[in-house]
Nanobody, 119 residues
Framework: QVQLVESGGGLVQAGGSLRLSCKASGTIFSITTMGWYRQAPGKQRDLVAETTTDGSTVYADSVKGRFTISRNNALNTVSLQMNSLKPEDTAVYYC?????????????WGQGTQVTVSS
């Protein structure tokens, strides 16, 4: 089984920064895509940013220029540096791993970490 463990959420004032980290554990040979999604109360879960093994990245328009995703393929980790945070960034942030190749392949989600940005 693959587990994704997130860390780094919390409360920050508008304009501040937070860094989220996620590590995938288990017998993993490769992960096609790792990324971050977020879900605010009463809303659907949306993509924030994701990156593939070749280093290509995709960002939601609302976070471009403020958030940066990075990944370590050897360690199966993905991080999200969030700068210039806004109250509308408040949500539960979920780590995602898609296309896991290993003894338990498939797609996986983390348990979520709360990010709250106060105005």
């Amino acid at each position: 089984q693959v587990q994704l463990v997130e860390s780094g959420g919390g409360l920050v004032q508008a304009g501040g920064s937070l860094r989220l980290s996620c590590k995938a554990s288990g017998t993993i040979f490769s992960i096609t895509t790792m990324g971050w999604y977020r879900q605010a109360p009463g809303k659907q879960r949306d993509l924030v940013a994701e990156t593939t093994t070749d280093g290509s990245t995709v960002y939601a328009d609302s976070v471009k220029g403020r958030f940066t995703i990075s990944r370590n393929n050897a360690l199966n980790t993905v991080s999200l540096q969030m700068n210039s945070l806004k109250p509308e960034d408040t949500a539960v942030y979920y780590c995602a791993a898609f296309g896991v190749v290993g003894t338990a392949g498939g797609d996986y989600w983390g348990q979520g970490t709360q990010v709250t940005v106060s105005s």
